[in-house]
Structure formats: C-alpha cells, structure tokens
C-alpha cells in the first residue's frame, strides 16, 4: 500500500474538525456513576497452575457498563509473592478477546503483573472471548461498529469504553498491585481503548501505549478508508442514509482524538504510513490533542501494524515512567 494519506508534515499539524458535544464530560461521568453504582465485587479463581507452574494466573470477572460481568486474566510474575507492582491494564484489537494467559506473558516476564480485558461481544476472528455483549438494538452491519449507533446511549462503543474504564478501577484495587504505578497499553481498537481509559480515568493512569489506534477520528476515517472496521460504518450509511445525522453525533462522544484532551498519562503512540485501516491522520488526530507528554513512534513503511523492535521500545518506556 503506498502512502495515501496527509504528508508527514501536514499530520504535524492536523486537527479533528469534528466538534465536540457541549456535554461531553458530563455524559461520560453519568456512564461511569451508572456502572459504578450497579457494579459487584470483582472474583478471581486461580487459573491452570498445571500448565503455568510459577507464573501466577487467575481468571477474573467484573462489573462493567451497566454491571454486565466481563472477564479477564490477572497475571503477575513468578516469585513476585504480594508484592505491589506496577501494573499494565491490557486492551485487545478488533476482533479478539482475551485469549490465553500465554499471550501475555511478556510484561510479567519483565517484572509487570498485567490485567487483561476481554471484549465484550468479540473473539474468536483472531483469538477467544469469554463476554457476551447485552443491550443493543436496531439494525446493524455484521460486526459490532454500528450496533446501537442511532444514540450514543446505546451505542456499543459507548459500552466498550465504560468496561475499559472499570478495568482500570478495578485493577487498582486488586492485591499485589501498586496503583500509584498504573498503565494502560493496546494496538488498534485495544489502542483506542487505552487512549479512552486513560482520559475517562485521568489522573489513575500514569502511562498510555497506544499502538496504531482505532476509534479516533470516525467522521474523516469513514469517508478516507475503504477498510474494516471503519467500513461497517459507511457501508451501514450507506444504506441508512435517515440515520447519518444522529450516527454522527452519536461518534462525536466516543471520538479518542477529543477524549485524547483529558488525558493526564505519558504517552507513547506509534503510527504505520501506509495504514489503511487507521488511516495516519486519525491516528495523529488523538496524538495532537494530547498536551501531556508524549512520543510518536512513525513507521514510514509499515500498515496496521508494528515492527517486533517496538516492542522494546514500548518495554524501555514503562521502564522509564512506571
């Protein structure tokens, strides 16, 4: 794919041109008041020692949007006993769930005990999901990006990101984790996601990693991309031409470039040149309305994905800020 998107020095300077809703942050506190109010205690079983030995895993189950429980893994490193550690909250790309413990044993091998969110209403294109979606309703493209999009009240998006933010509050409440040392961390609609906790959940999160994020931008990336996910949007307009205005207005409030103004964590992000599916600029629309710190990893030549050395990258961040 060659490059088809802004020049580098015009995505320097890109702005969203979406307005953002008057009542932006005070939605978003309603949502998170609703979930916290209806939430139950989080309970954690001890997960397959026979097949990881010293690497403590268990499986979790929350309270997410609206109390629906959602499931996870909480993994620490061996030998770590309860010590508080820095923690990394996990977010998974479109499509996926939680899948196995094995699949991120990465940072607990580097000394981090990582919290993994499954994704309600996914899994099983790429790897497993446990989590059922509820609550939705309407016609919809096959997927889950147009599920509700007629309010932003019933949109699955809006579920998603209040799931994401509960990880996080619950996470810090676990034993053996320090939640003055917290990150958030995901690519694509996982990158999206950690973009989401780390604004909704503010000041609780200290480090943001990004990779390639989905969800930003929606009103320039469903008319510049023929791509999936995006593409079940335009294709569903398409269609639906009565529901265009009320689509759009319901995306403005699950936008991450103008949640990405609330974020207080240092962030990392990273960018593919030729990445049809999160076109760039959508992707520096959520990095140039951050105004905390942050880095920008750009890969002139790849698409939606990243290099195996930005992973090294990512590990010498955490190093540095967690």
Not at 48 to 54: E, F, M, Q
Not at 149 to 157: F, G, H, Q
Not at 242 to 248: G, H, K, S, Y
Request: charged content about 20%; proline content about 7%.
């Amino acid at each position: 794919m060659p490059w088809f998107d802004l020049s580098e020095r015009e995505l320097a300077q890109y702005r969203t041109a979406t307005a953002e809703p008057d009542n932006l942050d005070l939605w978003w506190k309603s949502r998170l008041e609703e979930a916290r109010a209806a939430a139950r205690p989080p309970v954690l079983s001890p997960y397959a020692a026979d097949a990881y030995g010293p690497l403590p895993v268990w499986d979790v189950e929350f309270s997410g949007y609206g109390g629906d429980r959602v499931r996870g893994w909480y993994i620490r490193p061996g030998g770590a006993g309860d010590e508080p550690l820095p923690t990394v909250v996990c977010f998974i790309g479109y499509g996926g769930g939680r899948g196995l413990p094995s699949e991120h044993a990465l940072l607990p091998a580097a000394g981090y005990a990582v919290f993994v969110m499954d994704t309600r209403g996914q899994g099983g294109r790429w790897t497993l999901g446990a989590t059922a979606d509820s609550g939705f309703a309407g016609p919809e493209h096959p997927g889950v990006m147009t599920r509700g999009i007629a309010s932003p009240e019933t949109y699955y998006v809006t579920r998603l990101m209040v799931d994401a933010a509960r990880a996080v509050e619950v996470a810090a409440e676990l034993d053996g984790v320090d939640p003055a040392r917290l990150a958030v961390s995901g690519g694509s609609q996982g990158g999206g996601l950690a973009l989401a906790a780390a604004a909704l959940c503010g000041e609780a999160v200290r480090v943001c990693q990004a990779d390639v994020p989905f969800l930003c931008d929606f009103q320039r990336a469903v008319t510049i991309t023929g791509a999936e996910p995006y593409a079940e949007i335009s294709n569903f307009l398409a269609q639906h031409v009565d529901l265009i205005p009320r689509a759009l207005d319901t995306l403005r409030y699950v936008d991450g470039a103008l949640l990405s103004r609330r974020i207080t964590a240092t962030c990392l992000l990273s960018v593919g040149l030729m990445d049809e599916v999160c076109p760039p600029s959508t992707v520096y629309a959520a990095y140039n309305e951050i105004t905390a710190p942050k880095e920008m990893a750009v890969f002139p030549f790849s698409g939606h994905t990243t290099p195996r050395v930005h992973d090294e990258r990512k590990l010498r961040h955490l190093r540095a800020h967690l």
